[in-house]
Each structure stands twice: as C-alpha cells, then as structure tokens.
C-alpha cells in the first residue's frame, strides 16, 4: 500500500491513554482477526501475551540445549586432561568413579554459564535485535514509548487490513492521535 | 513536594470501604507518582551536568585507584615480598580482601535474581545500582588472585589451554573451582545486568538531546522499541537468568569456602563453611548496598522511589543473615569443644585470647554479631544515620572476620616452632586502599553514565500498570491533596 505521495505504508497506529486501555484494545484486535500487529508500551503489561493471542515464550527450549552443550562441554573438558590427557594422583586419589563429585563445581558452573549466554543471545535473535532503525520510530510521537506511551499498531501486510476498518477499529478502541506511519 | 498530590486518610478510607483488600499496601513509589516522574527524576541524575560534589569524589576516588594501582605494579614488578606475607602466615591481606569483595557481590546477585523470584516486588527500586556494585566488587575481587600468586604473567596456566609441556590444571582442586566460579559469577551477571539495562537505554536514547548520546545509547540499547511481542521473550530470558543466577551465587562463595574447608587446617576445616560464607557475603553484601544507597538517596532526591520501606526491608535482610553469621560463629566454638580435637580447642582460644584478640571482639562480637541487633527495633531500622552507622560496622566486620579466618587459622598451626604474626607493610594498606578508589570511581562513572534505578522496572509497580487498573470500584481511589503518605 503507497501513500497519495508514494509513501510505502508499514501500518497504522495509534496511542493509548494507559496500560488498561491499551489491553483493552489489544483484546478487541486479537478477536478482530489480526495476525501482524503489536502493542508498545514502557513496561511489559501483565496478561498483555493473552490479551494479544500469544503463547508461552519457548525462549527457555533454547536455554535448555545451551544447559545441555555447558554441561557436555565441562565433562569432555574436565575428563578429556584428567583421564587421558595429563592423569594425575593428588592427595593420593587416582582417577576413579570415587572421585567424580570433584568434577561437579566446574561442571555445574559451565552448565550455567552456557545456559546464560543462551538466554542472552536467545532473546535478542529471537525478537530480531540488534538493528538500526524500524519504521515505528518514524512517528515523533513515538519517542514517548520508553516513557509513557501507549501505542498500537496494525501492519498494512496484515491479510485483514484496510485503510478504512482498520482506521475505525482503533478509533472505536479509543485510540488517538492515529497515524499512517510510513516504510522509511 | 513537587506538587504531587498526597494523601493520608485516603488509606484508612481505603481499608474500611474496601471489600477486597481488607489490609491497604503501603505503596511501593509514594506519593502517587507518575511515569513521567520516574523517567524525569531518574534521567535526571544521567543528563543533568555532573554537580560539583561529583566531581570532587570522583577526584578523590580516582587518586585513590591510582595509588593502588601503583601498589599493584610495583608489587608485581617487585615481588609477593612486598606484603607482610611470611612462613607460615602465606595467605593475608590478599585473600582477606578477595573474598571480602567477592561477598559483597552477593547482595546485588540476591536482590537481582533471588528476590525477583520470590516476587518481591521492592527489589525494582535498588536491583540496578545493587547489580552495578556486584559488578565492581567482583572486579575488585579479581584482582587479587591474580597478583597473589606473584608472576602474574604465569596466570594463564589456571585456564586449561592445550601448551607444549602438556601440562594440565588439576581439575580436582577447589583454587581451580574457584576460577571458574568467579569467572562465571562475573560474566553471567554482566549478561544479566546489560539484559535489564536494555529497556533504560532505549529511555535515554529517545530522551537525547546531543548526536554522540543518541548514538552511544542507540547502540547499546539495540534498537529496542518496547514492543509486547519482544517484551514476551525479553521476560523469559530475565526469568531464566534470575533463575540461573540463584543457585550459581551460593555456589559462588560455597566454592570460595571450599578453598579453606577442603584443607586439614584447625577452624578451616569445617563443614559448616558454605552455608556460613553465603550468609555472610549476603549480610556484608547489603551493609554495602545501603553504604552506596543512602547518599545516593539523598543527593539525587530519591525518596520517593527508595523509601524507608525498602531501608527497613535491607535493615530487616540484614538482622536475618547477620544473626545467621552469630549462629555460625557459635556453633564453631561449640564444635571446637564438642569435637574433642585439641588443635581446634586451641584455634579458638587462641582466636578470642590469642594476638588478634580485638579483631575478634570488635570486629566478629561488636560488628558482625551485636550492632545488627539494634535492628530489632523499628525506629533503628527506618533511621538513616543508625541504619548507616550498622552497615559501616558490618562492613569493617566482614573484613575482620575474614582476615581471623585466614591469618588466625594460618599463624599458629600445630607445631608451635612454626607459629609467626602476620604485619602488614605500607604496600598491602595501600593496594586494599586502593580497591576502595577503584570500586567507587566505577560505581561514580555508573550513576553518572547510566540510570541507577531500573526505569521500566519501577514503572511496573505503579498501581497504573496494572491492566485492570480502575477496573473494580473502590479498589483504587483517587489522592485528596494535602498531607503525607504512609510509609
């Protein structure tokens, strides 16, 4: 969709006076059918992921394999040098099954560190950061979004958006200040 | 103040008209503030010119820093002979202050990730500042490992990198747990610290007047835009990483106990170590959290974000554990006596009546067990300069404690023809010293650079954050003017 001036649209949006009536409004957009749109706010909004349809992160599956990889790295690490490598009697303990509760602090604190590092990338991959710029920080009001804005917006690449009923339906919401925010 | 609107009966009216909520909360932000507010007053601290005050500490702690790093220098280009170490006194002033400073990290990593998830929802105001200062002690910290062992520049056999000799580090050895659980402690609570810290940047990029900020907060805020569907993965990720860091901080200063408790040295050899170790770096942890906390307070005027309800909450935090301390000091004598060892029955005799006799009875008795206790009392614990004056005392007594425990076990061993003193030389003074500038010029240059007080954090509980929030009648009332809150 283009602009009377060429403009290629992202998507419309408006502002919202609190966190209640943005979830209020989120609600009636899941239940109109909207597949490409998100809420913005300064804070995550409790019960915000259902009033948008959306389910549980699966964020922690990829925590899960970075635990797995931390803790076979520890073992292949710890044993590789210990066993095969450079086998060394201290204390007069050699190398044996009685001795494996030594190797748990560094297993447990690579499983960790692993699991962290995971968690760190993971949320930033996931929700497609770093990057420069997005078409949402075209509208000036938008700066206030890390304050104390309120703001939604539909996705012209949504299959049920018109420049019409989607304009309507945020009004209806009580949305203001609505905007055609433009590609670049 | 600021023409905010207050009010006193409002909660009184509160409790009797309201069904639901038959015990009014006493807020968590008074004075009904706004988000605005928050980010005003909190940016505030980052935008505004630095004030003169700023300056002349920064001054001071920098010229501090630079004399330890003097020390440190010429110790290593000198020698361990530098310190008053000797035979049999091998470990002093070094790892006194190492796990002096790895404990006080211990604080931050509790109100970050064990707090939050026990859902108490007062950590939001101190979590940053408590995490930044983790950060800072744990560097402090690392310096000392580091240099103790003398050639410095041998420091990379503790990695276990594949090398011509063949040789490997032993992995069996608790000095080497101990690099790695440092190591990882640091790394995993700078991802978890910078994860929190991408919200606030993002709030300092848009407020940005100057092209430079703009482009430096731009950068490191990643082009967050507070979208609901990233917040969705952004709160997992915080969850996990509170819920990794959780158990790796006790097993932070467990392992740095093991340094001690694996050994056969009378008072070292002890089971009840971890558990005692992570009691005591949570209780010396938050004295130096409010040490920090408190003129920070008061010179940026956060009174309504860090109230006397959170002081009395940390107060609180610190009876508990410091009575913890007590009862481990306690059973230590106990021990010492029951067990019938005659090396350990003097280890203590010789810690209460022996040279370092006021270490003990100042530092362990007064500091540690005694000046904690005033807390008790409710007027102590919402007093500001008695709240200050425990923490001063905690903080001295953490650092006696450890050297009692590292020089009290080491000087006088089981064969009195090897039995020495430990006296400290201008160099090791000055190195600790020196940690304090470090630590401090870092933690400066952190509430100059970036929000001290987790922006989006606070936001949440605000009572407008709440998505059904004027929903039900009578659950929210609006504020009459005139008056003071509770607190």
Same mark, same amino acid.
């Given at each position: 969709m283009k602009t009377p001036y060429g403009h290629n649209v992202y998507a419309i949006a408006a502002e919202y006076r609190s966190a209640a009536a943005l979830y209020e409004a989120a609600k009636r957009v899941r239940d109109a059918g909207f597949k490409r749109w998100d809420v913005f706010s300064p804070f995550p909004i409790h019960g915000m992921d259902e009033a948008m349809g959306l389910g549980k992160s699966w964020l922690s599956a990829v925590v899960l394999v970075g635990g797995i990889t931390g803790l076979l790295t520890a073992l292949i690490l710890e044993w590789g040098p210990s066993w095969i490598l450079y086998p060394l009697i201290v204390h007069g303990k050699p190398f044996t099954w009685r001795v494996v509760p030594a190797f748990f602090p560094i297993i447990f604190e690579l499983t960790i560190l692993f699991s962290s590092f995971a968690a760190f990338f993971a949320w930033q991959i996931m929700n497609g950061l770093p990057r420069w710029n997005h078409p949402m920080f075209n509208w000036n009001r938008f700066a206030r979004v890390t304050n104390d804005g309120f703001f939604l917006a539909i996705e012209a690449r949504d299959p049920r958006f018109s420049e019409k009923e989607t304009q309507s339906l945020l009004e209806e919401t009580g $949305?203001?200040?609505?905007t055609i925010i433009h590609e670049e | 103040m600021d023409g905010a609107t207050t009010a006193p009966e409002v909660i009184a009216e509160e409790a009797s008209t309201s069904v639901e909520r038959p015990l009014a909360r006493v807020p968590l932000v008074l004075n009904r503030r706004s988000f605005a507010w928050v980010t005003e007053r909190i940016s505030a601290a980052v935008e505004n010119r630095a004030p003169k005050w700023w300056w002349i500490a920064f001054a001071c702690t920098v010229a501090l820093a630079g004399i330890g790093l003097f020390c440190i220098g010429y110790q290593i280009s000198?020698?361990? $002979?530098?310190? $008053? +170490?000797?035979s049999p006194v091998g470990w002093a002033w070094d790892i006194t202050n190492f796990v002096f400073w790895i404990g006080i990290g211990h604080a931050g990593t509790l109100i970050s990730a064990i707090l939050y998830l026990l859902r108490q929802k007062w950590r939001t105001s101190i979590n940053r500042s408590a995490e930044a200062m983790t950060l800072f002690a744990v560097i402090c910290a690392a310096i000392f490992p580091g240099i103790h062992v003398g050639r410095v520049w041998m420091a990379w056999y503790l990695a276990p990198l594949p090398n011509n000799y063949g040789i490997w580090p032993n992995f069996r050895s608790p000095l080497l747990w101990d690099v790695f659980a440092v190591s990882t402690y640091f790394t995993v609570s700078v991802l978890f610290w910078y994860t929190g810290l991408v919200p606030d940047l993002g709030t300092l990029r848009d407020r940005a007047t100057s092209k430079v900020r703009k482009f430096l907060y731009g950068v490191f805020a990643l082009g967050w835009r507070g979208s609901n569907r990233h917040w969705r993965h952004y709160e997992m990720a915080y969850l996990l990483l509170a819920g990794l860091s959780t158990p790796l901080v006790l097993s932070v200063h467990s392992v740095v106990s093991f340094d001690f408790a694996t050994s056969i040295l009378p008072t070292w050899h002890t089971t009840i170590f971890p558990p005692y170790f992570v009691a005591g770096a949570i209780f010396g942890g938050f004295a130096m959290v409010l040490t920090l906390m408190l003129p920070a307070r008061a010179l940026f005027k956060l009174h309504d974000i860090i109230t006397l309800q959170h002081i009395d909450k940390m107060a609180k935090i610190i009876l508990l554990t410091g009575s913890m301390v007590g009862y481990a000091y306690a059973m230590e004598f106990f021990i010492a006596w029951y067990s019938g060892n005659q090396y350990e029955r003097f280890a203590f005799w010789n810690r209460i009546l022996g040279p370092y006799w006021w270490y003990w009875w100042v530092g362990m008795l007064f500091c540690n067990c005694l000046s904690p206790q005033l807390f008790w009392n409710r007027w102590c614990r919402r007093n500001v300069f008695v709240v200050y004056f425990v923490c001063m005392c905690v903080n001295a007594g953490m650092w006696f404690e450890r050297f009692i425990i590292i020089v009290g076990g080491l000087?006088?061993?089981? +064969?009195?023809?090897s039995w020495g003193l430990f006296i400290p030389t201008w160099v090791d003074m000055w190195t600790f010293a020196g940690t304090f500038g470090i630590f401090l010029s870092l933690f400066l240059l952190f509430i100059r650079f970036l929000p001290l007080i987790a922006m989006s954090e606070v936001k949440i509980v605000l009572p407008e954050a709440d998505p059904h929030y004027g929903a039900t009648p009578g659950e929210h009332h609006p504020v009459a003017a005139g008056g003071k809150e509770r607190t």
């Open positions: $949305g203001e200040h609505i | 000198t020698g361990v $002979g530098t310190w $008053g +170490l000797n000087h006088r061993d089981f +064969l009195p023809s």
